[in-house]
């Protein structure tokens, strides 16, 4: 079956650097993608990651390694404002896409 | 409006009522999906729409109906639900289904509670 890992919850300090992990089982890969969702708000787009290798854009950096179904967002420079949760989600398959999510990761960030 | 749209914000319904979901993009999107966020679970994709066709359905019991009269326009009928049902309704866009990279645009979602 298809699956994906994340950590369920995690706490960081403001100003600090934290790393958020991602493992993912699937039968082909298309892409993997890391959402942010606030509580009681809409998921919102952060990164698209399909090659290996690291992705910057601004305080946030998403990595991907394919061979070993893993990927990491990292966030710097962590503002109380980072309090969300983190949703690691695969597209893959053949002929047609599909999609699936991790169940995401709670962080905390205490000033 | 801008974005993704979802009307009501809020819907609580008994077991034997009928009701929809109704979403709206202003995005200028092809593809249109339903999702399901329980607590504690991972978020569901339910339906897919790629310019107004469906092109997916996970597996989702027959008293979730979807509807796309358009690309703009993404309907979820409602009828005879359980209390398990009850959840976040998440309703997204994106360029297309086809291309992977394309990102999603969430609406706000609709809170269901079944009694």
């Known amino acids: 079956g298809q699956n994906i890992d994340q950590p369920t919850e995690m706490t960081a300090t403001e100003g600090a650097i934290v790393q958020i992990n991602c493992t993912y089982q699937?039968?082909?890969?298309?892409?993997l993608f890391w959402y942010q969702q606030h509580a009681g708000e809409a998921p919102t787009f952060l990164s698209y990651?399909?090659?290996?290798g690291l992705e910057e854009k601004g305080r946030f950096s998403s990595f991907l390694s394919r061979s070993k179904g893993y990927s990491y967002l990292l966030l710097k420079e962590l503002q109380m404002k980072d309090s969300a949760s983190y949703l690691c989600?695969?597209?893959?398959?053949?002929?047609?896409?599909?999609?699936?999510f991790g169940t995401g990761t709670l962080l905390a960030v205490q000033p | 409006e801008t974005g993704v749209t979802q009307t009501p914000r809020h819907l609580v319904m008994g077991m034997t009522n009928k009701k929809s979901l109704k979403c709206e993009q202003h995005?200028?999107?092809?593809?249109m999906y339903w999702y399901k966020q329980s607590a504690k679970k991972p978020l569901e994709l339910m339906f897919v729409?790629?310019?107004?066709?469906?092109?997916e359905n996970n597996s989702v019991p027959s008293r979730f109906s979807p509807e796309c009269p358009n690309s703009s326009h993404l309907f979820l009928h409602l009828h005879t639900l359980q209390p398990e049902d009850s959840a976040l309704y998440l309703c997204?866009?994106?360029?297309?289904?086809?291309?992977?990279?394309?990102?999603?645009?969430f609406g706000p979602g609709t809170r269901l509670t079944v009694l």
């Open positions: 995005l200028g999107h092809n593809a």
């Open positions: 729409y790629n310019f107004k066709e469906q092109t």
């Open positions: 989600a695969v597209i893959y398959g053949g002929a047609t896409n599909k999609l699936i």
């Open positions: 997204a866009s994106s360029q297309d289904w086809v291309t992977g990279a394309n990102e999603q645009f």
């Open positions: 990651n399909v090659l290996d």
């Open positions: 699937t039968s082909g890969f298309n892409g």
